[in-house]
C-alpha cells in the first residue's frame, strides 16, 4: 500500500457549478477546500470534495472579469475560503454567504488592496520575481 | 452584510438598552491565546447567540514564496509554517512534491517519516494539554503536562536533530538516520513521559473541576460538525471516524492502529480524543521502532520538476491536511497551497460557541486546538 493521494480533477464549465456541487452535496460528499491558481488569462478554480478518504476535485477557469457564483449556499463552510480567494486574487465572487468585504487579510490591502497571489493586472500578467 | 457594520448596528442596539444583543470583542490579544484570532461575541445576557471570527493578523504569504526558492529547499519554508507540525508540514509538501515527480522513496524513509509524525503528536497534543490547563486555570496540570512534554522534545532532538523544526523531511525522504540502537533508547527515555501522561489522562478526564468546565461545553453533532468540513479530533469527538493516516501514507498502512473516537462532540469529548491519541502515537513509535526496516533513507533528487500539479493530504495533531503543488516544469514551483486544519475547523469553532455562555468561550476555543500561524499561513 503506497498510501498516495490518488488525483482525481474532474473538468467543468463554470456554468455548471453549482449544479455539480449540489450533486456531490446530495451525494453526501464534504468539503475540503477551495484552491485558485492564477494563470496569465484569468484564474483556475478547484473544489476538492471528501467522502471517507477519498477526494475528488472540480475544475473550472474563469476569465479575469468574470463574476463566479458563491458555494455559500450549499456549503456554508466555503465562506472562509471565497473570502479568502478574493482578498489575496482579487476574484469576483458573488453572494458569500459571510461576506467580509475583503478584510480577511487587512494587512494586505483588503478588497481594493494589493491582490498580491493575482498574476493579472491592469497592464499585463505580473513579472517572474515580482514584488509579494 | 459587512459584519463590522452589522457589529456596529447591534453594539448600537446594547448600548441603548434594548434586548439586542450586545457585542463583545474578544481577542486578538487574549490571556488564552497563544496567538492573535479575534471574535465579535454577540451575546444576549451572558449566553452567545453568535460569532464573527476575524483572521489575518500574521499572514506571511509564505505560498507565493515558492514562486521564489528552488523546489528542493522550499521545504525548509514550508517546515516553518508553524512551529508545532513543522515536520508534518515539510513531509506533506515533500509528498506533494515526490508524487508529480512520481518518486518512490525508502522503505526506511517512510518508517522514520511515520516515527517523526507521531512524535509531533505527542508533543503537540501535550502542548495543548498544557495550554487548555491554563485556560481553565489548572495551573499545576499545566506544568506537569509540559514537563512530559520536554521529554518528547528531547526525542525530537537527539533523533532528527531540532526541538521545533526537525528538519528532517527532504524530498526524496529524510536527511536524517538515527541508529535502531538510538530509537530504542529512545523509546526508553520516553517511559517517564508515558507514565506521567497516564496520570494525567485520568486527572483531565475524572477530575471533577476539570469535568465541570468541559462536559457538556461546547457540543457539536456528528452531522453538524461534517457538514461544516470539521476535521481532526474536532470531528473524531463528535463520533465520526475519520483518520487520514487510515489511507496508509508513509508508513501507517503497515502499521495497525485503531482510531480513536468519542461520541458526545463536546470539550471534554476533544479532550479525551486527544489524551488517547498521545498515547496512540506512543504505540505507533514503538512500533515504528520494532518493525524499521534497514537501508538507505533517500533517493537522489536530479533535474526540473515535470509540468504538472498534485495534491497530497495527512492527517496532523489538528486534523486533515491538504497541500498542493504546481509545477511549470522550473526549479520553481508555480503555486503551493496549504489547507490547514485550523482552516477548516473555523466554522465548527463558531458553531459550538453558540448558546454557551461568555465564560466557556476561552475553553471551547482551547479545545479546537487552534493554531494561526499554519491557518494564516
Known sequence: ?132 | MNHREDTRRDDTHGESGDNGPSVIPFGPQHPVLPEPLHFDLYLQDEKVVGAVPQIGYIHRGLELLVEKRDYTDYVHIAERICGICSFMHGMGYCEAVETLLGLAIPDRARWLRTFWCELERAHSHLLWVGLAADAFGFESLFMASWRARELVIDVAEETAGGRVIFGSAIVGGVSRDPSDETLRRCMKALKPARDDIRKLSRVMLQDSTVRHRLEGVGAISKERAYELGAVGPMLRASGYDYDLRKRGYAAYGEIPFETVVETSGDCMARAAVRMREIELSFEIMEKAVAGMPSGPVSVPVKGMPPVGESFARLEQPRGEVLYYVKSKGSRNLERFRVRTPTFANIPAMVEAMRGASLADVPTIILTIDPCISCTER
Open chain 1, 1 to 132: 500500500m503506497t498510501g498516495k493521494e490518488v488525483q482525481v480533477i474532474e473538468e467543468i464549465e463554470a456554468g455548471s457549478l453549482l449544479p455539480a456541487v449540489d450533486a456531490l452535496r446530495s451525494a453526501g460528499w464534504r468539503i475540503i477546500q477551495v484552491l485558485c491558481v492564477s494563470i496569465v488569462e484569468g484564474y483556475e478554480l478547484s473544489y476538492s470534495f471528501g467522502l471517507d478518504l477519498d477526494m475528488k476535485s472540480l475544475r473550472f477557469r474563469a476569465r479575469a472579469d468574470e463574476a463566479i457564483p458563491s458555494i455559500t449556499s450549499l456549503y456554508p463552510a466555503a465562506f472562509l475560503y471565497e473570502n479568502e480567494i478574493r482578498d489575496l486574487f482579487g476574484l469576483r465572487i458573488e453572494r458569500i454567504g459571510a461576506d467580509w468585504m475583503g478584510r480577511v487579510y487587512d494587512v494586505v490591502g483588503g478588497e481594493a488592496g494589493a491582490k498580491p497571489f493575482s498574476k493579472v493586472t491592469m497592464t499585463g500578467p505580473r513579472s517572474e520575481g515580482g514584488a509579494i
